[in-house]
Structures are given as structure tokens and as C-alpha cells.
């Protein structure tokens, strides 16, 4: 009866989707770091509420969006200040 486990089936099925789920995700949030480099207001910046729109309808979740954000507000602050 090897392999005709049936949480064995859900495991091999969940780790697959979490994995595809896992990438989009970061290749969402990317984007929205990119994005709020420039000005960090999505209401300034078309290419970031797009962002943002993008990534709700994908299921990011709202922290990891905010997160997201300040991360590339706080990169941008710092480069500022370097030179």
C-alpha cells in the first residue's frame, strides 16, 4: 500500500500550489517595490496603485503589501542619504 496514502496525495497537492503561490507572490511584491521607489503614495503613483490592484486580486496579503512599501521607502531614504 505504499504511496496510496491519502494525506500523502493532499501533501505532494498543497506543497505544489503553496509553491506556485509562493512565486507569484514574490514576483507581485517585486513589482510593488520597484514601483514605490520613486514616490511611495499610491495615490501619486499610477504604476504602483496598479501594483497594489494587481496583488489584491491575486489574495497578497495587506501586510505583506504594506511591508512591501516601506521596505522600498526605507531603501530609497537610505540611498539619499549615502551621497
Same mark, same amino acid.
Given at each position: 500500500m505504499s504511496g496510496h496514502n491519502k494525506w500523502s496525495q493532499i501533501k505532494n497537492q498543497k506543497g505544489a500550489a503553496d509553491k506556485k503561490r509562493g512565486q507569484l507572490f514574490s514576483k507581485l511584491? /517585486? $513589482? !510593488?517595490?520597484v514601483a &514605490?521607489?520613486?514616490e511611495p503614495n499610491p495615490d501619486f503613483n499610477p504604476r504602483l496603485r496598479s501594483a497594489i490592484e494587481k496583488a489584491k486580486e491575486n489574495n497578497v496579503p495587506k501586510e /505583506? !503589501?504594506?511591508? $512591501?512599501i516601506a521596505r522600498a &521607502? +526605507? +531603501?530609497k531614504n537610505y540611498d539619499n542619504t549615502r551621497h
Open positions: 511584491l /517585486k $513589482a !510593488i517595490s &514605490a521607489k520613486n /505583506k !503589501i504594506e511591508r $512591501a &521607502a +526605507e +531603501e
